[in-house]
């Protein structure tokens, strides 16, 4: 734990939809009286003693008023942590004063973040202070990145052991998934296109893979961006909506792992919707769906109890060597994957972190490698997931 924080975890956002769940986990899991401090955090004390109340919260978890347009109250917040956990969104609009005062003072910190723009933005702006300050800022720690960021690591780690090379080419197919967008998602997206509409360069930074990749452009990355015939999966598959962030951060993950995955590195992300005439039906469906820029969900709103227990994903990797050899991992998790299982994950990361000081260096960094095996390993024991070798 950082030396004098009195606090383990502070969650802020406590009162929104997402941080609603990461406080009822976070109680569930490690209650009041365990190893773990941690605290409520928003702008409202009356909100947070409601939350509090309603989810039968120990009084002895503190309050915390913090609120994104005061950056004195969000520096005080951020000074007595050793980790800040935010689910305040879209971060390009409520985010940047959080990093830079974690990057300041040293506060380790995870968000949900699926916006690249601003995730470029923060890398140029606070990497140095971070690495002075030793605050290990992670980003994406949500289903966008964690799953298919560490299922890669996961894919590469076990090539490395049977193969002993690393896989130059990874596809990342989702087999399948259930769950509803929340408003929040919603705002991130809308955010990012009205940023993107307003300033043209950020279009080419957003279909650009090693956007969060400074100094380093790999090699010519596979489309993904259109429905195809997958010979290796012998399937269809469509485009896949977060496919533009996840691959952004396995590049970045490949960069701060020295290229561990190689210099050559190729991935892809797709959606796979099955064989025949009927899959690639359902693939041009799947690509032209718009309910993203339609829903009409706002933040603060999401699915119920119920469906996200109903939720849940399969994931498959499937890797080869440059010499023709091959490999495959699956990931899956246990509930809807927006809501459910990507507050298991933010939670148990924000554990994993102050957990393992020796994890990582201060910087700005993706899940894999400032986490690694050791957040797989708690994702399995506590949050529902699988990582399994499917064929050696």
């Known amino acids: 734990m950082k030396k004098n924080r ?26 009041a009286d365990g190893d773990v401090s941690w605290a409520m955090a928003g702008r409202s004390i009356d909100k947070l003693e409601a939350v509090r109340d309603e989810l039968a919260i120990s009084p002895k978890v503190p309050l915390i008023v913090a609120d994104a347009s005061d950056p004195a109250s969000i520096r005080a917040m951020v000074e007595r942590a050793a980790v800040v956990l ?51 800022i992670v980003l994406s720690c949500g289903f966008d990145s964690i799953p298919f960021d560490l299922g890669v690591y996961f894919l590469q780690e076990k090539a490395q ?26 705002a991130s997206f809308r955010a990012t296109m009205a940023a993107a509409a307003k300033n043209p360069e950020l279009v080419a930074s957003l279909m650009n893979p090693f956007a969060l990749t400074p100094g380093f452009t790999g090699v010519e990355q596979p489309n993904g961006m259109k429905p195809m015939y997958d ?21 970045r993950s490949n960069l701060l792992l020295n290229h561990r995955y190689g210099a050559d590195f190729a991935y892809d992300e797709m959606f796979v919707t099955g064989p025949g005439e009927q899959g690639e039906a359902m693939a041009k469906a799947v690509a032209e769906d718009k309910s993203m820029s339609t829903d009409t969900t706002q933040p603060g709103e999401g699915p119920t109890r119920e469906q996200r227990e109903a939720g ?11 010499d023709g050899k091959s490999l ?7 509930m809807d994957p927006g809501y459910g299982s990507t ?9 994993c972190l102050l957990k393992n000081p020796e994890a990582a260096a201060g910087g700005i960094w993706t899940p894999a490698p400032a986490m690694g095996s050791l957040l797989i390993d708690r994702l399995k024991r506590n949050a529902g997931l699988t990582f399994e070798v499917e064929q050696a």
Not at 169 to 182: D, E, I, L, P, Y
């Open 86 to 136: 935010t689910t305040v969104g879209p971060y390009q609009l409520y985010g940047s004063d959080l990093v830079a005062a974690c990057a300041e003072a040293g506060t380790d910190y995870v968000d949900l973040c699926g916006e690249p723009n601003w995730m470029e933005e923060m890398i140029n702006a606070h990497s140095d202070a971070a690495k002075a300050s030793g605050a290990r």
């Open 161 to 186: 052991e049977l193969l002993g090379a690393p896989l130059s080419r990874v596809r990342g197919r989702v087999c399948a998934m259930q769950g509803v967008w929340s408003g929040g998602t919603l």
């Open 343 to 351: 507050s298991k994950m933010i939670a148990e990361s924000a554990i």
């Open 6 to 31: 009195e606090i383990g975890v502070v969650v802020y956002g406590a009162t929104g939809y997402t941080g609603k769940l990461v406080a009822e986990y976070l109680n569930n899991q490690y209650g």
């Open 312 to 322: 849940f994903y399969d994931l498959l990797f499937v890797g080869h060597t440059a």
């Open 328 to 334: 495959r991992v699956r990931v899956t998790g246990d």
């Open 231 to 251: 010979e290796v999966m012998e399937s269809w598959v469509a485009p896949f909506m977060m496919a533009t962030i996840n691959t952004k951060n396995i590049h």
